[in-house]
């Protein structure tokens, strides 16, 4: 009697009868839209890198940096969240900043695959000191000195923060795909009393994971910084703008991530001496640039490097809970 009953079900369904049809819509239970996010919830992390490098710039003197984040989250609703961080990297600048640590918040709309994040992000760096004293020839220590009043010597303030403003959109054509454009304006780039402004666009190729939970990714990014003009202390200096880019594969499982990345911009070493202040450059002829680098001194800290990060990221909702 079960085996006539299966039959005759069957026969039902593939005649495609408007009455068997509707017999079996009927019956069928309605679909359930996903729940919506929880309202409240935290995203942390931590990474340790072989080097910090901020766009194309390292900001640890080529040696290896760790970092950590702390993210509160408001979700208003499934489609717009606010969000406030705070963040922490170890550095090695001129000045012999204690840390960089980062204070930033903002809101996130979506609309559909479109993914959008407007924020401010202020860079304090603590317990600095006035840097005044690298001598590629005949420099002083003295603030007054002849040599610093050329602009002869690195020198750096006793304070580096700044603040900055950002817009940033990504757009994800397939579970694969993504593309995204930022932009991002600083009023006084490193306290140092130019503004900045930097754009940059970022391709990014994400597979399919493993059965197993491993994945991987593929992305590159191409940028350019506009630098305007420093104050006195720097001497008036017109600073020179630059392109970087950087291209990098990325090994993922779980909440774990090891990134592989290279980095590279179109700075000569006397630019970058310019943009840094680096305490630990050195003195060549083929490095003095009038006005923006009399100096003679290179920084290699803008040329091409190679950066391994091993990261981690959870959120209380997906992790902990």
């Not at 992390?45 to 970092?67: E, H």
């Not at 407007?118 to 003295?142: A, D």
Request: charged residues 10%.
């Amino acid at each position: 009697m079960k085996t006539f009953a299966f039959a005759a079900l069957a026969a039902l369904a593939i005649s495609g009868t408007p009455a068997s049809a509707a017999d079996l819509i009927g019956k069928a239970r309605p679909m359930m839209a996903p729940p919506p996010p929880p309202a409240w919830d935290i995203a942390f992390g931590a990474a340790v890198m072989s080097d910090y490098n901020f766009r194309g710039i390292s900001q640890s003197n080529r040696l290896p940096s760790v970092t950590a984040y702390f993210e509160p989250r408001y979700n208003i609703n499934p489609n717009l969240q606010l969000y406030a961080g705070v963040g922490g990297y170890s550095i090695e600048f001129p000045n012999n900043a204690g840390a960089e640590i980062d204070f930033y918040g903002g809101v996130r709309p979506t609309f559909g695959k479109l993914a959008l994040d407007f924020g401010v992000w202020y860079y304090y760096y603590p317990e600095g000191r006035l840097f005044s004293g690298l001598l590629p020839q005949n420099c002083t220590n003295l603030p007054s000195g002849p040599a610093f009043a050329l602009g002869q010597c690195n020198v750096m303030k006793s304070d580096a923060s700044f603040i900055e403003f950002y817009a940033k959109g990504a757009y994800t054509f397939t579970d694969n795909w993504a593309i995204g454009a930022a932009g991002y304006y600083n009023p006084n780039w490193l306290n140092t009393g130019a503004d900045g402004v930097y754009a940059s666009g970022n391709i990014k190729y994400t597979a399919t994971a493993f059965p197993n939970g491993f994945g991987w990714y593929a992305s590159a990014e191409v940028g350019h910084y506009w630098l305007g003009t420093t104050d006195p202390f720097y001497f008036n200096t017109p600073l020179p703008d630059y392109a970087t880019w950087n291209i990098g594969l990325g090994l993922t499982y779980k909440v774990f991530t090891l990134d592989l990345r290279y980095y590279d911009t179109d700075l000569s070493k006397g630019e970058c001496n310019a943009l840094t202040g680096d305490h630990t450059a050195t003195f060549n002829p083929g490095n003095i640039i009038p006005v923006i680098n009399p100096s003679g001194l290179g920084s290699k800290w803008c040329g091409a490097a190679f950066v391994a990060a091993l990261k981690v990221d959870l959120t209380l909702v997906n992790n902990i809970k």
